[in-house]
């Protein structure tokens, strides 16, 4: 019994979804000798849903060949449901259909059916190759699934396959992405043959685990064995400079880029990583080269890079820019701009900020709402930032902290204790952050009440 879900593809199922629109179906030139090719030739999925069904009403015979093709055509439309339904018609599905079918939903990020397909596999005792595994344990690092993840590693070393580059890095990658950065060292180490992809992998496990020092050892091992850096290594760099602050490297990097390649994804990370180690006159030397490749990343790196090294004027200008061309601006670019306005007390900015969001029916999720009313606090209109953050239906410390920030800033020290009280009462633990924002509003209250004491004794 094979792992189905559903029925096995029929013309009847295809010919629906084929007929969906009401444009007229395009007409293939048909040769029974080359399906394959007409399947390859497909570039949309109406297309691909046609030359499927014509196929089945000339009768043809779907091969293990054949499905494993519409299996991986229909996963790259991110139609799983489909991919499924193509393996489900296979009387005897070979091991490359299997591996092509538990692709599919690593492809289209239904990490949990992989899994599901992967136990299934081992149920109807289909043998494992280095593709069924590599395949298992990617599913399982997009899952953040340690406990299958564990599993599988356990499997793989019973049958004695840790040692194969493609599973080894995979896992590298799984381990990596749980945080378990030591036991990824650890299966790197015992991997005999290291490929590009497998340093790359171990380079960004380190860079993401806050370990930057080990991921510039690894990238001067790597030249040590004669092996050059390339895109991927560069950009799973990124993180681990920005976190050192150093210019120095920062320039390094930059000239190693500059003689091999800088594409709009590497400049934009260089830009990240100068602002980082405050040298955003370098960052923006790099923007202004950009003009004409610059993408919406491009723009919020550089807008959120002035605003994160206290250039908050500069964000701001920038942000008119991005307005003046008519760009539209990602949350990230928001957030900074507001971070902006808050810093220099811009309400006005801030307002056309807000605006500006409610015009472009940007979603007001918790962290631009937090940062609206942190904003609108921090410019003195608090009753806007009380409305803000008394209509919010999940509330973290960052919005709780600015509320009371705002309310003393502004002086209201009994209102701002009240929230205190409220967040307290909420079984909120206050940060740093929060105690400090409490502090002014506890000296201002103090002076009040000494205040009426000297009044009655006078």
């Known amino acids: 019994m094979f792992f189905r879900f559903g029925d096995?593809?029929?013309?009847?199922?295809?010919?629906?979804?084929a007929v969906g629109s009401a444009k007229p179906a395009l007409c293939f030139p048909y040769d029974y000798s080359n399906v394959s090719q007409i399947i390859r030739s497909c570039t949309s999925l109406r297309s691909l849903l046609q030359a499927h069904a014509r196929s089945l009403t000339r009768?043809?015979?779907?091969?293990?060949?054949?499905?494993?093709?519409?299996?991986?055509?229909?996963?790259s439309f991110g139609r799983s449901d489909l991919s499924l339904s193509v393996f489900n018609?296979?009387?005897?599905?070979?091991?490359?259909?299997?591996?092509?079918?538990?692709?599919?939903?690593?492809?289209?990020?239904?990490?949990?059916?992989?899994?599901?397909?992967?136990?299934?596999?081992?149920?109807?005792?289909?043998?494992?190759?280095?593709?069924?595994?590599?395949?298992?344990?990617?599913?399982?690092?997009?899952?953040?699934?340690f406990e299958n993840g564990s599993l599988i590693h356990d499997e793989?070393?019973?049958?004695?396959?840790?040692?194969?580059?493609?599973?080894?890095?995979?896992?590298?990658?799984?381990?990596?992405?749980?945080?378990m950065v030591e036991t990824a060292s650890q299966v790197f180490d015992s991997i005999p043959r290291w490929d590009i992809v497998t340093w790359n992998a171990m380079i960004?496990?380190?860079?993401?685990?806050?370990?930057?020092?080990?991921?510039?050892?690894?990238?001067?091992?790597?030249?040590?064995?004669?092996?050059?850096?390339n895109l991927v290594t560069i950009l799973n760099l990124?993180?681990?400079?920005?976190?050192?602050?150093?210019?120095?490297?920062?320039?390094?990097?930059?000239?190693?880029?500059?003689?091999?390649?800088?594409?709009?994804?590497?400049?934009?990370?260089?830009?990240?990583?100068?602002?980082?180690?405050?040298?955003?006159?370098?960052?923006?030397?790099?923007?202004?080269?950009?003009?004409?490749?610059?993408?919406?990343?491009?723009?919020?790196?550089?807008?959120?890079g002035y605003a994160y090294d206290g250039h908050f004027i500069e964000a701001l200008k920038l942000f008119d820019d991005t307005k003046r061309q008519n760009l539209r601006l990602n949350q990230v670019s928001v957030l900074s701009a507001l971070s902006a306005a808050a810093e220099t007390g811009d309400l006005q900015k801030g307002v056309e900020i807000h605006t500006y969001m409610v015009e472009e029916d940007m979603d007001l999720d918790i962290l631009l709402t937090t940062m609206l009313a942190t904003m609108y606090a921090k410019c003195g209109d608090v009753e806007k930032a009380k409305l803000l953050f008394?209509?919010?239906?999940?509330?973290?410390?960052?919005?709780?902290?600015?509320?009371?920030?705002?309310?003393?800033?502004?002086?209201?020290?009994?209102?701002?204790?009240?929230?205190?009280?409220?967040?307290?009462?909420?079984?909120?633990?206050?940060?740093?952050?929060?105690?400090?924002?409490?502090?002014?509003?506890?000296?201002?209250?103090?002076?009040?009440?000494?205040?009426?004491v000297f009044t009655v004794l006078h």
């Open 8 to 17: 096995p593809l029929s013309y009847s199922s295809v010919a629906t979804a």
């Open 59 to 75: 009768g043809s015979q779907f091969n293990d060949s054949l499905c494993t093709l519409l299996v991986n055509s229909y996963s």
């Open 89 to 145: 018609s296979s009387s005897q599905p070979s091991i490359r259909l299997w591996n092509t079918m538990l692709r599919a939903y690593t492809v289209t990020g239904e990490h949990a059916e992989a899994i599901r397909f992967y136990h299934s596999m081992l149920q109807q005792c289909v043998n494992p190759d280095k593709y069924t595994f590599t395949f298992a344990v990617k599913a399982c690092a997009g899952a953040l699934d």
């Open 156 to 179: 793989i070393k019973r049958r004695n396959r840790q040692e194969d580059v493609y599973i080894g890095t995979a896992l590298v990658d799984m381990y990596s992405k749980l945080g």
């Open 204 to 229: 960004a496990g380190f860079s993401l685990n806050n370990q930057p020092h080990r991921a510039l050892d690894l990238l001067g091992k790597m030249f040590s064995v004669g092996l050059i850096p």
């Open 238 to 304: 990124f993180p681990a400079v920005c976190e050192l602050c150093s210019a120095l490297l920062c320039r390094s990097l930059h000239g190693f880029i500059t003689r091999r390649f800088l594409l709009p994804a590497v400049a934009n990370g260089l830009i990240d990583a100068y602002c980082k180690c405050g040298r955003s006159q370098a960052a923006r030397q790099i923007f202004d080269q950009m003009e004409g490749s610059r993408d919406d990343i491009s723009w919020a790196t550089m807008i959120s």
């Open 390 to 452: 008394d209509g919010m239906l999940q509330k973290d410390i960052v919005a709780w902290s600015a509320m009371i920030s705002g309310f003393a800033q502004s002086g209201q020290p009994k209102e701002a204790l009240c929230i205190f009280g409220e967040m307290l009462s909420k079984s909120i633990t206050p940060n740093s952050v929060t105690l400090v924002s409490i502090l002014p509003a506890c000296a201002d209250l103090l002076d009040l009440i000494l205040g009426g």
